[in-house]
């Protein structure tokens, strides 16, 4: 019967998930700094156009519309877990300019993040601490 038969992906399918997966560890491991297309793209093996098209077809998101999820997610567990200044906590995110950040933080968590930080339920291991130095949040 159907149901006990093995589903295998195809090689497409299979290619499919290990492009989305570079690009998806790429765009997670370097969205503390500014990228640029033809980055991501040959992190994929793929011309900055090719991805565009792909990355949309398999997420339903722009590759900056998944940066920015990325970065905006970042920032809310440093909002969470540390007294850092959100103007650090943008920077340190990959996000150069203050206004953008806010802007971006708004449109995809509805709410500011002095206000996002005020609400948050703190961790249970205790309050909130300074965040370590990194080498790249000079």
């Known amino acids: ?19 989305m997966n570079d690009v998806g560890t790429f765009l997670r491991t370097h969205a503390h700094r500014p990228l640029r297309l033809a980055e991501v793209a040959a992190a994929a093996s793929m011309s900055p156009p090719t991805l565009c098209r792909f990355f949309r077809r398999t997420t339903g998101l722009t590759v900056w ?31 150069a300019n203050i206004a953008h950040f806010n802007r971006t933080f708004r ?7 002095t206000s996002y930080r005020a609400t948050a339920v ?3 291991s205790g309050p909130r601490r300074p965040a370590a130095q ?3 949040s000079s």
Do not use: N, W
């Open 122 to 124: 703190e961790p249970a």
């Open 107 to 113: 449109s995809l968590r509805g709410q500011a993040p």
């Open 65 to 95: 519309q998944y940066l920015m999820e990325v970065r905006i997610a970042a920032a809310c567990h440093k909002l969470r877990t540390t007294d850092d200044r959100v103007i650090d906590i943008a920077h340190a995110c990959g996000f």
């Open 1 to 19: 019967p159907l149901a006990t038969r093995r589903l295998s992906l195809t090689s497409r399918d299979r290619d499919t998930d290990r492009r």
């Open 134 to 136: 990194d080498a790249h």
